[in-house]
């Protein structure tokens, strides 16, 4: 691909939205031109190319553009290059620049349009002087140097990035928009904090007076890091800042390459002391000639005396300056040290050394260990090879170990004719070496075990909070993670249980804050989704100064260890005694069937079988067992099954029964097993530990059947009116006819309304105890609803008497319970198995028939049949038991008390004027109230005045601010001082109820509004339309 501008054809103009910032942040462009670059779309440009429009602009056209956006006095334009997705440039015109504000940011709205063929004149210049741009561009993203220009702001001190290349994001292994995005604060992140202020005083110095520098620095790469060396060239200067390029070489290789030339040049210089490269002379002195120097001196001298006999001293190869120096220790040598004869004597040293090597030997001087390889480097240089050897020493109280290193000497012959031998001090580097050998076998150790282990081995990185997993079980279980392995990403849902997270939190910012050893457990989840619990802990290793450098984390699997623990636990705080009323504990060795122990108090008649097997105490306890429950029992406890269950994980078990305990008394136990492996023998044990629950059983059997009774009435509720009849119409019985009846007692309303609530409840009270007295014991009275009933009959085979027995219910029932105050019932029967074989059908079809009795007439009741379908097929029945108000929209009770509900919620009036008008105008139904109107009707004893029309209006405004709340304020409507609600916006079971449909004549019940005493005008209307 050759990096040369593309000319394109002129297109229709582009718009293009950026904000008027450092760099020109993208708001809008027009899809076709982001096409026209390449681009598959403007999200695809954001992408690849980056947020900011300065990153597209060739280099040599910014400033230009920079111009054009900051001249707003008179209209201008500008024509440059845009980079496009493959790289290269083509040029565009923006004309029509205007500013405009968006929110605390303005934007830049301009005209793009592409370039024509013929370029202008100045296009032309530019095309020209392209060239060595294009040339740059192509060995910027060629070389395998990383460059970077950027912007630095005085003001701000803020840096921009201009241009970057490809192998920039290479070698440092960030993306290009990354670079792109980077200020000082991401640039600080991405260097090692040691490195920072080398970077710190490069920077120090191109903000002075240098043009140039350079300094070498790590930056973090992944899970390691890597060495560069930066190069810096400003390349402009002005007063608000500067423009700079830098040069970026991965130096990470030659880093590494100088540390190993380091360790090699540290142990030759630790060799080298060993050799003769210092000079030997007879006396102390100045004047003294060399008696012997090593090869490296023999070079300085040669250079220094070319002639190799010429004579010279210790004066002629030392500095004038420091010959007084070297003076004075000569002096001090000679006055202080000892003659040379004493230190002889004084060490026990021999003028001559006769009868070598095996006079070192014979004195004891070299360890048995080491005489073989010492004989050996003396035989060696009898040979005429130069060698060295190790040699084990013993002297002064304590072992020495000393390096003897031979260069023999030849004759013109080249034989050997003498050997310079010297031997030096290396007992602490041998002392290394033993150290780092044991080291190496731990290690080696150390990585058995890591690699045997079945614990998660983690190794934990200080410098870059990242975990490295060690063991195979780690790495793999690691390798699912894509991401960085950072604490902080890893203490996540995705990872940890919800519940663990505070702890593994904790965890690890106590290993951050160097504490150096801890433990913990928490839940993490595994691969395919499930939990496991890991028992954590972790060893902190230090550095001399205290630093923290790495930590060594061992997580071990313990959900299985942690589910026998609490399992345990249970198992005791169950059977503990005085905790509960446990009659006795029992454990068995089930493998064995024999008895292993008990607590508590056996009951005599029980006790020679209970303490023989466990096969002869369940055998002894079937005995006692309710026959009902002796199946289930054995199923449960018998010791084939228990074994069976626990080879398929089955452990523990509960069960309840009644046995005939003290003098055929019947009592309630609950019974529970719980199976455990003998940690010690292959034996399966049981623990058994039954307890007296007849009191808690016998509660419980009573709050069963209360929650089965309706507690104003006490007669059956609704769900236990369903369980009854779904169980009695899966029994045939020999074809018996049975009837489902529903009762709706009339005008009910008005006696809560005209009596109250209180003397409501009783009249219910009184009816549902006659329905009980009219009907046979078998059958079942249930109130389903405020004031609906229903009876089952078992037994309705002859129609006639049940006829009869119908009408002596409907007679029951009805009553005066004061002047002008009358009670009847209407109800609806339903034929088993005519008219269904199920709860279903019965209840629908019984439904239909009381509708059928309420319309025509109420106070009797209807027997169903097919005719009644059609009324189905017109209309739907509401249920009893669904709510007369939807779930959707604005829906207004005004049958009982009048109340509002948006959505299924009600709607919160805080005022109870504003509630009160807004139930007139629902009761006017559409039309429009006047002032004096609602003056009359909420203020009944006062007049229309200053005063009142004054409330009006602000209970007016209080309604209209309540309804905004709720997004209603289009509820009512205004009129030259009138309002009326505007019903199209509401549901309301009054307007239902006048619709005059059958599915809505079941709504009124002879109570309207009985929040307000004008409600009462309209009871009249309603009972003449019913």
């Not at 006795?584 to 493998?591: A, Q």
């Not at 005059?996 to 309209?1018: C, D, I, Q």
């Amino acid at each position: 691909m050759t990096h040369q501008e593309k000319i394109y054809p002129v297109q229709t103009c582009a718009r293009v939205e950026f904000c008027n910032n450092q760099g020109f942040e993208l708001a809008f462009m027009d899809e076709f031109l982001a096409k026209e670059l390449g681009y598959d779309s403007f999200a695809d440009f954001q992408h690849c190319a980056g947020s900011f429009l300065l990153f597209s602009i060739h280099p040599d056209d910014i400033a230009a553009f920079q111009t054009f956006v900051k001249t707003t006095a008179c209209p201008k334009d500008w024509t440059g290059r845009l980079r496009c997705k493959d790289g290269t440039f083509a040029y565009y015109r923006m004309t029509n620049q205007q500013l405009r504000e968006d929110g605390e940011q303005q934007l830049v709205v301009c005209e793009c349009v592409q370039m024509k063929d013929t370029a202008p004149a100045a296009q032309s210049v530019q095309c020209a002087s392209i060239t060595d741009e294009s040339i740059f561009l192509k060995l910027a993203d060629d070389i395998p140097l990383g460059i970077l220009r950027c912007r630095y702001e005085h003001s701000t001190r803020a840096l921009h990035t201009l241009f970057c290349n490809p192998p920039l994001c290479a070698i440092t292994g960030y993306p290009i928009a990354q670079w792109q995005r980077a200020d000082m604060d991401w640039m600080k992140s991405i260097v090692y904090s040691q490195d920072r202020a080398c970077i710190a005083q490069a920077m120090g110095r191109l903000l002075g007076d240098a043009d140039t520098t350079h300094c070498e620095f790590r930056i973090v790469r992944g899970a390691e890091h890597a060495w560069m060396q930066m190069t810096v060239r400003v390349t402009e200067r002005c007063e608000d800042g500067l423009t700079a390029e830098a040069v970026f070489l991965d130096i990470s290789q030659i880093k590494r390459a100088e540390q190993a030339l380091y360790l090699q040049n540290y142990c030759l210089e630790r060799l080298n002391e060993s050799l003769f490269f210092g000079m030997i002379v007879k006396e102390v002195g100045l004047d003294q000639r060399p008696l012997y120097a090593s090869e490296n001196i023999k070079q300085l001298l040669r250079r220094l005396f070319p002639e190799e006999d010429q004579p010279f001293s210790y004066k002629d190869i030392i500095h004038p300056a420091d010959c007084a120096y070297i003076q004075d220790i000569a002096q001090w040598c000679r006055e202080e040290l000892p003659d040379k004869y004493e230190i002889a004597k004084r060490h026990n040293i021999p003028d001559k050394m006769e009868n070598m090597p095996y006079y070192l030997v014979d004195n004891g001087c070299i360890q048995p260990e080491s005489v073989a390889d010492y004989l050996e480097f003396y035989e060696k240089i009898m040979r005429g090879e130069n060698c060295s050897v190790e040699v084990k020493s013993k002297g002064f109280g304590r072992y020495w170990w000393f390096l003897g290193i031979a260069t023999v000497i030849f004759n013109e012959k080249n034989e050997p004719v003498s050997a310079v031998i010297s031997f030096s001090d290396i007992t602490k580097q041998k002392q290394q070496d033993i150290e780092f050998k044991a080291l190496q076998e731990s290690e080696q150790l150390l990585g058995i075990i890591v690699e045997t282990s079945t614990k998660l081995i983690l190794k934990y990185d200080f410098n870059t909070d990242v975990l490295i997993p060690i063991s195979p079980v780690s790495k793999q279980a690691f390798s699912r993670i894509t991401h960085a392995h950072r604490s902080r990403q890893l203490i996540t849902e995705q990872y940890i249980a919800e519940e663990s997270i505070a702890q593994a939190r904790a965890f690890f910012q106590r290993l951050r804050y160097g504490t150096p050893r801890d433990t913990t457990h928490f839940k993490v989840r595994l691969p395919d989704g499930g939990w496991a619990w890991y028992h954590c802990t972790y060893a902190t290793v230090f550095a001399e100064d205290h630093t923290p450098l790495y930590a060594i984390i061992f997580c071990g699997d313990v959900t299985n260890k942690r589910q026998s623990e609490l399992a345990s636990m249970r198992f005791q705080n169950y059977t503990r005694q005085g905790t509960k009323e446990i009659l006795f504990n029992l454990e068995y060795n089930l493998t064995l069937d024999t008895f292993e122990g008990y607590e508590g108090q056996i009951p005599e008649r029980y006790f020679k079988d209970f303490t023989t097997s466990y096969t002869k105490a369940t055998e002894r306890m079937c005995q006692d067992i309710l026959p009902k429950y002796r199946e289930m029992f054995m199923e449960c406890f018998s010791r084939e099954n228990l074994l069976e269950g626990f080879e398929r994980n089955q452990s523990y078990g509960t069960k309840e029964f009644q046995i005939a305990y003290h003098d055929g008394e019947t009592i309630w136990i609950r019974a529970f097993c719980q199976i455990l492996k003998d940690p010690y023998t292959s034996s399966t044990n049981v623990w058994i530990s039954c307890l007296d629950i007849n009191e808690e059983k016998r509660s419980e059997i009573r709050l069963l059947e209360m929650a089965r009774l309706d507690l104003v009435t006490g007669a059956y509720n609704r769900t236990a009116f369903i369980d009854y009849v779904t169980e009695r119409c899966s029994s045939p019985e020999g074809g018996l006819n049975r009837a489902m009846i529903l009762l709706d007692v009339d005008g009910f309303g008005k006696v809560n309304h005209t009596l109250g609530h209180v003397y409501g409840d009783t009249a219910l009270k009184d009816i549902a105890q006659t329905l009980k007295v009219v009907v046979d014991k078998e059958d079942m009275v249930a109130r389903i609803g405020e004031d609906e009933f229903a009876i089952y009959v078992n037994d309705v085979s002859d129609i006639t008497m049940a006829k009869e027995h119908f009408r002596i219910m409907i007679a029951a029932v009805y009553r005066e319970l004061q002047q002008g105050v009358k009670v009847s019932i209407s109800a609806g029967v339903a034929l088993f198995p005519r008219d269904g074989k199920d709860f279903q059908t019965l209840y629908e079809k019984a439904d239909r028939a009381l509708y059928q009795a309420k319309v025509t007439g109420r106070n009797k009741y209807v027997i169903y049949d097919e005719s009644m379908q059609e009324i189905a097929e017109r209309s739907v029945i509401t249920p009893i038991e669904q709510p007369i108000f939807v779930n959707d929209g604005v829906y207004i009770r005004t049958f009982g008390y009048f109340e509002v509900f948006v959505n299924g919620e009600a709607l919160l009036i805080h005022n109870a004027k504003a509630k009160e008008l807004l139930a007139l105008l629902v009761d006017r139904r559409g039309a429009y109230v006047s002032q004096g109107d609602i003056i009359s009707c909420l203020w009944e004893d006062e007049s229309v005045n200053k005063v009142t029309l004054a409330r009006v209006r602000k209970i007016v405004m209080i309604l209209r601010n309540t309804l905004k709340e709720y997004h209603l304020e289009d509820l009512i409507e205004s009129k030259k001082g009138m309002r009326r609600l505007n019903t199209t916006k509401v549901r309301c079971d009054l307007y239902n109820y006048l619709s005059r449909k059958p599915e809505y004549a079941h709504l009124f019940k002879g109570a309207y509004m009985v929040n307000y005493s004008w409600g009462e005008l309209t009871i009249d209307e309603l009972e003449r339309g019913n």
